[in-house]
C-alpha cells in the first residue's frame, strides 16, 4: 500500500486523533472520581496543617470530624449565612475574591482544638511566580494568630518557596492582627531589621522579597474581607 | 527464549546503561534532570513514569511503523508520546496526589524529553516491537539511574535527609552542621550532572574526544 499518498495520510491522521480522543477521555472519566477525592482530601490537610496538627501517614477525614466542629458561610457584615456541613468547604475563594465585598460568601471553619475555638481563614494570593495560597488559625479572641498554612504552585525554591517551611510560618504565632483600637491592621512582613509602630511584624525571607510581600497582601486583602467579623472580638490591642 | 534475549537485544538493553546513556553521553533530557531531581522521590517517580511512557511508546510506534505516513510521522509520535504523558499524569494525580503536586509540570514536559523523540525516530520506526520495547527500558533505566544519582547527593547534603527520612543525625546539626543551600537549587544539579559526566568518560576512555 502506497503510504504516502494524500487520502491515506489523511485518514490516518482522523483515525488516530479520534482513537486517542476516546481513550483519553475514558481514562480521564474513570479517575475523575478519585482525583476529586485527593483534592478533597489535600485541602483538608491544609486546613489541618493550620492548626498544627500532623495528618501525615494519619486518616486525614477523620482527624478533620474530629477538629473541624462547624463550617460557617458569612458575609462582609459578619452574618451568618449558613451552617451547612460541606458548604463553607466547596466555596471558591478565587471566584469569590471577584465580586464585589457585599456579595463575597466568606468560609470560616470552626475548630476545637483542647477544648479551645479557634477560627481559619482562607487565604489566597500571588507570589513572583504565581499563586499563592493557605489558611490562618486564630484563636477565640479573633485577635490571635494560632497557626499557619502557606503554599505556592511555583516560587524559587530555597527562597521564595520557603514560605512552606515550619521557621517562617512558625513566626506568626501568637502576634496580633489588630491593634490597641481594636481596628484591623494584619500583620506585616518586613526585610529583618525594619519595624513598623502601627502593626506586629514577622522577618521576610531574604533572598525571596516578592514572595514575602505577596503574604503580606494576601493576609491583607483576605484577613481584611472579615473586618465586621473580627470586630466582634473579646480582646483587642497589639500587647 | 533465546531469542528474546539474543546478543543484539542484550546491547539494546545494556548500552543505554552506561556507553550510549542517554543523558551522560548524549546528553538528552537535562531539563527535567534538573528540575526534579532536588529530592529523591520525585526522581524516582521521574525516573519511572519516563521508563514506561519511552517504553511504551517505542512499542506502539513499531506495531505502526509500517503504515505510519512519511509524512505525518513526526506528529504521529507526539500524539502517541502524549496521549501516553497525559495518562500517566491522570494516574499519578489519582494515585499518588502529592508526587504529581510535586512534580507538577514536569510530567507534561516529559512530551518534549528528546530522549523520547530521540529512540521513536531512531530506533522504533525500524525496529521490531520486542527490540523497541527493551531499548525504551534500556533508555529508561539509563535516565533514571542519572536521576536517581543526581537526587541521591542533592537531598542527603541538601536536607540531609533520603526519601523523606533523616539521614544525618541531629547531633551533627547541633555541633554546627548546615544542611547546603546550594545543593537545592538547580546550578547544583548541572555540577553534579558534570561531575557524574567527568567520571563516566575517564572510566570509559573510547568516550574521549
Given at each position: 500500500m502506497d503510504t504516502n499518498k494524500n487520502g491515506y495520510t489523511l485518514i490516518y491522521a482522523t483515525v488516530m486523533v479520534i482513537v486517542v480522543a476516546l481513550m483519553l477521555a475514558f481514562v480521564s472519566g474513570a479517575l475523575k472520581s478519585t482525583q476529586d477525592k485527593n483534592v478533597r482530601l489535600d485541602k483538608k490537610k491544609q486546613i489541618l496543617s493550620s492548626l498544627w496538627i500532623n495528618t501525615d501517614g494519619q486518616d486525614a477525614d477523620a482527624l478533620y470530624k474530629k477538629y473541624i466542629v462547624k463550617e460557617l458561610v458569612i458575609n462582609s457584615k459578619a452574618e451568618v449565612l449558613s451552617e451547612k456541613p460541606g458548604e463553607a468547604f466547596d466555596i471558591d475563594i478565587k471566584k469569590e475574591l471577584s465580586k464585589k465585598l457585599e456579595d463575597r460568601r466568606l468560609p470560616i471553619y470552626v475548630a476545637n482544638?483542647?477544648?479551645?475555638?479557634?477560627?481559619?481563614?482562607?487565604?489566597?494570593g500571588t507570589g513572583l511566580w504565581g499563586p499563592i495560597w493557605g489558611y490562618l488559625a486564630l484563636d477565640a479572641d479573633k485577635n490571635t494568630i494560632f497557626g499557619t498554612y502557606f503554599s505556592h504552585a511555583s516560587e524559587t525554591p530555597g527562597l521564595g518557596a520557603n514560605i512552606t517551611e515550619a521557621p517562617f510560618q512558625q513566626q506568626f504565632v501568637g502576634k496580633h492582627i489588630l491593634n490597641d483600637k481594636y481596628e484591623f491592621v494584619s500583620v506585616a512582613v518586613l526585610k529583618v531589621g525594619q519595624t513598623?509602630?502601627?502593626q506586629e511584624k514577622v522577618d521576610a525571607i531574604s533572598g525571596g522579597t516578592i514572595t514575602s510581600k505577596g503574604v503580606e497582601k494576601m493576609l491583607l486583602t483576605c484577613l481584611g474581607q472579615y473586618n465586621q467579623f473580627f470586630k466582634q472580638t473579646t480582646s483587642g490591642g497589639t500587647n | 527464549m533465546a531469542k528474546l534475549f539474543s546478543e543484539k537485544t542484550k546491547q539494546v538493553f545494556l548500552g543505554p546503561l552506561s556507553k550510549n546513556n542517554?543523558?551522560?553521553?548524549?546528553?538528552?533530557?537535562?531539563?527535567?534532570?534538573?528540575?526534579?531531581?532536588?529530592?529523591?522521590?520525585?526522581a524516582l517517580v521521574m525516573g519511572i513514569s519516563v521508563t514506561v511512557i519511552v517504553a511504551f511508546s517505542n512499542v506502539i510506534i513499531s506495531?505502526?511503523?509500517?503504515?505510519?505516513?512519511?509524512?505525518?510521522?513526526?506528529?504521529?509520535?507526539?500524539v502517541v508520546v502524549a496521549a501516553l504523558v497525559t495518562v500517566v499524569s491522570e494516574f499519578l494525580k489519582a494515585y499518588a496526589y502529592d508526587v504529581s503536586v510535586k512534580l507538577s509540570v514536569y510530567i507534561g514536559l516529559i512530551i518534549t524529553n528528546c530522549i523520547l523523540m530521540g529512540r521513536l525516530e531512531a530506533f522504533a520506526m525500524a525496529n521490531k516491537p520486542w527490540e523497541s520495547f527493551v531499548d525504551g527500558l534500556g533508555n529508561g533505566f539509563g535516565y533514571a539511574v542519572i536521576l536517581i544519582v543526581v537526587g541521591f547527593f542533592r537531598e542527603l547534603f541538601g536536607a540531609g535527609s533520603l526519601l523523606g527520612f533523616r539521614i544525618i543525625p541531629q547531633s551533627f546539626y547541633d555541633a554546627g552542621y548546615m544542611n547546603n543551600g546550594l545543593m537545592m537549587m538547580p546550578p547544583m544539579a548541572l555540577i553534579i550532572l558534570a561531575c557524574i559526566i567527568w567520571w563516566h568518560r575517564s572510566k570509559n576512555k573510547e568516550l574521549q574526544e
Open positions: 482544638v483542647d477544648g479551645k475555638t479557634k477560627y481559619i481563614i482562607t487565604l489566597l513598623t509602630k502601627t | 542517554p543523558i551522560a553521553v548524549q546528553v538528552l533530557g537535562i531539563c527535567s534532570a534538573l528540575a526534579v531531581t532536588a529530592n529523591l522521590k520525585p506495531l505502526l511503523r509500517n503504515t505510519i505516513p512519511n509524512r505525518i510521522r513526526i506528529i504521529v509520535q507526539l
